[in-house]
């Protein structure tokens, strides 16, 4: 999500809404470099006020069109129910985004920390300064998210003029990972002292690749639990449910399919789905 005309037609549009309120912004506007969405503030709930607003517009309208060829009181509650639920989940959803995409993101950084932290050491150990280091790391896009974070300290630097010091200062306060921001912390706290920058990263380095093992035993044996379950659940349940059913038929004298179409169409579609949405929820990742 960045900046639009669309965006930017927003903001104008609700300034002096804004204006009426005093609301603080330096954390709002953290929490937005955290998500990486680069708006600020004002510009991105005004988008949020703005898709209210035709949220609402759009289906109050559709569903008083189709009040108007059906009339009735079921269409009627359309109305009211559908003009109240779909602004009141468009907001739920503009608003829960950026703290969400924030979590997504420190997680994406935790888990690439491990390599990335390797890197650092493999370069400190030439002889190269953290400036240098970071402007190298902001290249590489195998450490995704870690190659964004070392892009806004580089950018810092490098275009705004700002010292290294300071701009790891100011990396801390918008990562959205404390591994990242315990990194820095760590090495600010070193070159501020004097002592060399070596030492640290390798224990960094033996840290978080031993926390990176613990995780991934850990994830297997999730994996293990969860592939027994599947099997058990999804595929041998239902294949000694049907036998015994044929086996009651024919002891019965007669087997009713109904519970079979049941079975086969929404039970085991909906235990596929529910799997499938374990497994993309995060349940299949190392962190």
């Known amino acids: 999500m960045k900046s639009t005309t669309y965006t930017r037609f ?8 804004f204006e009426r309120f005093d609301i603080s912004e330096t954390t709002k506007n953290r929490l ?11 510009e991105y709930f005004s988008m949020v006020l703005m898709n209210i ?15 108007l060829l059906i009339p009735n009181s079921i269409t009627a509650l ?17 608003l829960g985004l950026p703290a969400s995409k924030a979590k997504s993101r420190g997680k994406k950084i935790d888990k690439y920390m491990p390599y ?3 890197f650092i ?9 953290p400036a240098e280091i970071f402007e190298a790391l902001s290249t590489i896009e195998l450490y995704d998210e870690v190659q964004k974070e070392a892009k806004k300290i580089t950018t810092e630097i490098d275009i705004m003029g700002v010292d290294t010091i300071t701009a790891l200062r100011n990396a801390i306060k918008i990562t959205p990972s404390e591994k990242f921001k315990e990194f820095i912390q760590g ?27 613990i995780d991934r035993k850990r994830n297997l044996e999730s994996l ?23 086996i009651m038929g024919l002891t019965g004298g007669g087997i009713d399919f109904s519970f079979m179409f049941v079975l086969a169409f929404l039970i085991l579609p909906m235990a596929y789905a529910g799997f499938y949405v374990m497994m993309s929820s995060g349940m299949g990742e190392s962190i």
């Open 53 to 67: 607003i035709i949220g609402f517009i759009v289906v109050f309208l559709s569903t008083t069109i189709f009040y």
């Open 32 to 42: 937005l470099e955290k998500a990486d969405i680069p708006m600020v503030y004002r």
């Open 187 to 213: 090495m600010l706290g070193v070159i501020q002292s004097g002592s060399e920058l070596g030492p640290y990263f390798s224990r960094c380095v033996e840290k978080y690749m031993l926390t990176d093992l």
């Open 116 to 118: 990335a932290t390797n």
């Open 224 to 246: 293990a639990i969860m592939a027994e379950s599947f099997v058990v659940t999804v595929i041998a349940f239902p294949l000694f449910l049907i036998i015994i059913f044929s």
């Open 78 to 94: 359309f109305i009211l129910l559908f003009s109240s639920i779909v602004p009141i989940g468009i907001g739920m959803y503009y």
């Open 10 to 17: 927003c903001r104008r549009l609700f300034a002096n809404t």
């Open 121 to 129: 050491n493999t370069m400190s150990v030439a002889g190269i300064s």
